[in-house]
């Protein structure tokens, strides 16, 4: 305890708890008292209690220095405590002690006279803030004898009974002193463990928010290589081998090596146009600027242009108010599957259904292609892989059924409020 230093603002708050008790000793050192002696009525001042009001001063002064205010441990602080409550206490009994000696016969009235358990208090709410229940106790029986003797000592021997009295009430004063203290003391203590609750939720809070967002940037890296899959890297490794073809018929056929080097530029540039609309795409502008039937609409729609199929919608609309994470899954999946339609289906009809069956939702894209055997992919190219990814990291399902001849359905079905 004697190392650890005191918070400076907590030196802020005592310091103008000393000036208030200052201005209040002042006002009640030169009040005037009026004194009966002999019958007559006489006015005194209590001169004795600027002596306490001086040591105050020179705490006060002492606190403003920044050199004493950085050096102020917790001890240091304990005993600046013990010292203004023993000066209020002190002030108090100054004044009595005078009149005892006293001689002729006379009666003290004091016209305008603050009670010191104010004053009392203020150091004890300072040491339950700011220290254990043990300082609470001790202070209060500290402040018990230092108020008691001098009333004790003030007595006649036949007013033991009257000192006996005082002294008991000294005793239930420190009680209450003590009741107040530990009320405080565990309020204090409930709110330091309210705030290092605090402080470990917040910390758990960002490490969370760290986890997701690494969490976020694999799951887009992973996304970024499913959109970039059938675009540039599929037209990459396609040029790559048409101009080695090329380059083997350079001598050989310079005609047939002229033609296939213009379906390699053709394959290119459309390979390029598909590359910028994937990119545009990876914005998602079109989930949100039109929702994700619209936005369905919008990419078949677009597909079947280039293409020259007929697309079939049957989509329901209040579908856009899903989660967001499910309705970019959605589009994704769609996107992938009319792009696989394209490439390899040569359909004529793509059917696109969106629908709530009980708590799920379920899309289904359906062409009339020449289809394939599903035993005869094999290993899952990237695409049909980056789509089930997609689902399965949704808790739903991906479910392909195709045949030869008989077209391809891609089904998708995910829960639709997702925890």
């Known amino acids: ?27 009640s050192s030169f009040s005037p008292r009026a004194l009966i002696r002999n019958n007559r009525l006489g006015f005194e001042m209590d001169y004795w209690s600027l002596l306490a009001i001086l040591l105050m001063l020179i705490i006060l ?36 002690l ?25 150091p004890l709410v300072f040491i339950a803030w700011q220290y254990k229940m043990r300082e609470v106790v001790i202070y209060s029986i500290v402040i018990m004898i230092a108020e008691g003797l001098p009333i004790f000592l003030q007595q006649e021997p036949s007013g033991v009974f009257f000192a006996a009295a005082n002294f008991l009430s000294s005793f239930a004063r420190s009680g209450i002193f003590i009741i107040v203290g530990w009320i405080e003391n565990r309020l204090v203590t409930l709110q330091r463990s309210q705030h290092e609750q605090l402080i470990e939720a917040n910390q758990k809070l960002r490490e969370y928010a760290l986890a997701s967002e690494k969490l976020a940037q694999t799951q887009e890296r992973n996304r ?22 090329i380059k083997a018929l350079f001598d050989r056929d310079p005609a047939e090596a002229k033609k296939m080097l213009s379906m390699t530029l053709e394959n290119t540039k459309n390979g390029l146009a598909e590359t910028r609309r994937a ?40 579908l856009d108010m899903l989660p967001e994470d499910i309705i ?16 390899h289906a040569n359909a004529k009809k793509v059917t696109v259904n969106l629908m709530a069956e009980g708590d799920e939702v379920v899309m289904s894209i359906r062409d009339n292609g020449k289809g394939f055997d599903p035993q005869e992919l094999g290993k899952e190219h ?31 079905s995910l829960k639709r409020n997702n925890d």
């Open 328 to 343: 970019h899954c959605l589009y994704r999946c769609a996107q992938e599957a009319v792009e696989n339609t394209l490439r």
């Open 224 to 245: 970024l290589a499913r959109e970039l899959h059938d675009t540039l890297a599929h037209t990459l490794s396609s040029s790559s081998v048409q101009l080695e073809a």
């Open 382 to 412: 990237l695409g049909i892989r980056g789509m089930r990814e997609r689902v399965e990291m949704l808790g739903g399902t991906l479910a392909i059924e195709s045949a030869k001849k008989l077209g391809t359905e891609i089904k998708v």
């Open 279 to 318: 990119l545009i795409d990876l914005r998602s502008s079109e989930l949100e600027a039109y929702g994700l039937t619209q936005a369905l609409k919008n990419m078949v729609s677009s597909a079947a242009d280039r293409a020259g199929f007929k697309a079939e919608f049957h989509l329901e609309k209040e």
């Open 1 to 27: 305890m004697e190392k650890e230093r005191i918070d400076k603002r907590v030196i802020q708050i005592l310091r103008w708890s000393i000036i208030v008790q200052i201005v209040f000793l002042a006002l």
């Open 61 to 96: 002064g002492a606190l403003y220095i920044k050199r004493f205010e950085a050096a102020i441990t917790r001890f240091l602080f304990l005993l600046i405590l013990y010292a203004l409550a023993l000066i209020t206490i002190i002030s108090r009994h100054l004044f009595s």
């Open 98 to 122: 005078t009149i005892i000696r006293r001689p002729e016969p006379f009666q003290n009235i004091s016209l305008f006279r603050w009670d010191a358990i104010f004053f009392l208090i203020i």
